[in-house]
């Protein structure tokens, strides 16, 4: 069975860092892109920052740029959301998603989903 658990997610001031963390089970992460998304209230889920299978990340949203950085680590069967600089509108439930190679900004063509972690920023 494949599930994904996020984790890292809490309440942080505005300006400071979290590192979210994405852990996968039931298949091996190589050969497949890691895209992270987030849904604040009454708004759409959001793409966020995708890494390819190959390494190489994509920005969905300009407001991160700069400020977020995705990695993975194969070893660890896990991908990671640096977020950097956070600001109140970063509030959000994070969720990781994954899809065979590619990155895609469709939320729609991922195949498994995690339960999402809670980030609030707030003084």
């Known amino acids: 069975q494949v599930q994904l658990v996020e984790s890292g997610g809490g309440l942080v001031q505005p300006g400071g860092s979290l590192r979210l963390s994405c852990a996968a089970s039931?298949?091996?992460?190589?050969?497949?892109?890691i895209g992270w998304f987030r849904q604040a209230p009454g708004k759409e889920r959001e793409g966020v920052k995708c890494?390819?299978?190959?390494?190489?990340?994509?920005d969905y949203t300009d407001s991160v740029k700069g400020r977020f950085t995705i990695s993975r680590d194969n070893d660890k069967n896990t991908v990671y959301l640096q977020m950097n600089n956070l600001k109140p509108e970063d509030t959000a439930v994070y969720y990781c998603?994954?899809?065979?190679?590619?990155?895609?900004?469709?939320?729609?063509?991922?195949?498994?989903w995690g339960q999402g972690t809670q980030v609030t920023v707030a003084s």
């Open positions: 890494i390819r299978s190959f390494g190489s990340s994509t």
């Open positions: 039931g298949l091996t992460l190589d050969g497949y892109a």
């Open positions: 998603a994954i899809r065979r190679e590619f990155c895609s900004d469709n939320y729609g063509q991922y195949l498994y």
